[in-house]
């Protein structure tokens, strides 16, 4: 599996992003979003499984993004709304087979993409 993530950007405190993440060489299970900021570990965003009934976000998150996944087009989508400086970094889109209850694991992931920079600055 290749995942292709896309849609960083810089934009204003404030202001809202679409992040996405298409997937090729076979339909994917679950997916999810991490992300990196400079000088900090990777830490958990969101996920979603294959049929979207599970859903899970960082408390960070929760409110201002929301992610998604259209199955026809074998891609995940992270809509970022509210964004704040603090969520500054390089975010990964991540996949695997099945649904783990460890979703917010890097290491349960078996799936990376190659990062997308968001920066939040006025």
């Known amino acids: 599996v290749q995942l292709q993530a896309s849609g960083g950007g810089l934009v204003q405190p404030g202001g809202s992003l679409r992040l996405s993440c298409a997937a090729s060489?076979?339909?994917?299970?679950?997916y999810s979003w991490f992300r990196q900021a400079p000088g900090k570990e990777r830490e958990f965003v969101a996920a979603v499984d294959m049929s979207g009934a599970r859903i899970r976000y960082a408390d960070s998150v929760k409110g201002r993004f929301t992610i998604s996944r259209d199955k026809g087009k074998n891609t995940a989508y992270l809509q970022m709304n509210s964004l704040q400086p603090d969520d500054s970094a390089l975010y990964y889109c991540?996949?695997?087979?099945?649904?783990?209850?460890?979703?917010?694991?890097?290491?349960?992931?078996?799936?990376w993409g190659q990062g997308t920079l968001v920066t939040v600055s006025s």
């Open positions: 991540a996949a695997r087979p099945y649904w783990t209850v460890a979703y917010y694991s890097a290491t349960q992931w078996d799936y």
């Open positions: 060489g076979r339909t994917v299970g679950s």
